[in-house]
């Protein structure tokens, strides 16, 4: 079994005095690729930014430890980041602006340059340096924001709905992609995300959240119907994706569930 790399003990989150997350208990196992599945206004954006320390919250977010004894590095890719789309700023200035201290029009330092081609190479994006970070499509502008992660050298890699609003060809691309590099570099991966396929094909570890937890574990083992139906509210099928036998009613083994009675 793996060793944990992020445990969640007994976490809950209020905003504004309405309940969002109730005692989340879950645990990322270090090296994985952990799916955290649910349906829009489950909490699992919330639990990223608690897991982050962007959201306040009771209970405890525990980051253990790498093995060399140094606190872990994160590196976060966002939903959405908000930007003025007709600013002319290229994805090479874009990489390069937390490091800058001149101004832009003074230009970029040959290391920074070659350093930032170096990230967009490892994500298959050296193509679009000089384009303008506006006029990137959903897939393209989801490397570029990759690629500014991994200039972290992450020990776990957060990523919030990374393949919303790309298409499927680019979703595909795009986990295979992060399946490679989580292989070549180590990190722990979390992927907030709602696509079932995604979940399937490429997680290791899923958690189902809807405002609790309602199953933990492999995901073959956690997708049966019980705990979707638990975890999204209505009956959901679990697509059958790279061969992958999809799990039978009730609750699999290995399965960790928590089902609300239905007056």
Not at 7 to 23: K, T, W
Not at 176 to 183: G, H, K, Q, V
Not at 205 to 234: K, M, Q, W, Y
Request: glycine content about 10%.
């Amino acid at each position: 079994m793996l060793s944990p790399a992020v445990i969640f003990e007994n976490l809950s989150v209020q905003i504004g005095g309405v309940p969002i997350l109730d005692s989340i208990n879950a645990t990322v196992p270090r090296g994985s690729s952990t799916a955290i599945i649910g349906p829009n206004g489950a909490g699992k954006t919330t639990l990223l930014s608690a897991m982050l320390g962007q959201t306040s919250f009771s209970g405890h977010v525990v980051l253990l430890p790498m093995p060399d004894g140094r606190a872990p590095r994160i590196g976060y890719v966002p939903q959405r980041l908000q930007f003025d789309r007709a600013q002319p700023l290229t994805v090479l200035e874009f990489l390069t602006m937390d490091q800058q201290t001149l101004p832009l029009w003074f230009g970029t330092k040959k290391k920074m340059r070659d350093e930032a081609l170096a990230l967009l190479a490892t994500v298959e994006a050296e193509h679009l340096e000089q384009r303008r970070l506006g006029a990137l499509s959903g897939g393209e502008f989801q490397r570029v924001l990759l690629a500014l992660a991994l200039g972290r050298q992450p020990d776990i890699l957060v990523l919030d709905e990374p393949v919303t609003g790309v298409d499927v060809v680019a979703e595909r691309l795009l986990c295979d992609l992060l399946e490679s590099l989580r292989a070549q570099n180590g990190f722990t991966q979390v992927m907030v995300t709602h696509d079932l396929s995604v979940v399937t094909a490429h997680a290791t570890h899923v958690i189902c959240l809807n405002r609790t937890v309602r199953g933990e574990g492999v995901p073959t083992d956690v997708l049966s119907p019980t705990v979707l139906e638990a975890t999204f509210g209505v009956h959901r099928g679990l697509p059958d994706v790279h061969g992958l036998p999809v799990a039978s009613g009730g609750h699999a083994p290995g399965c960790h569930c928590k089902t609300e009675e239905k007056n």
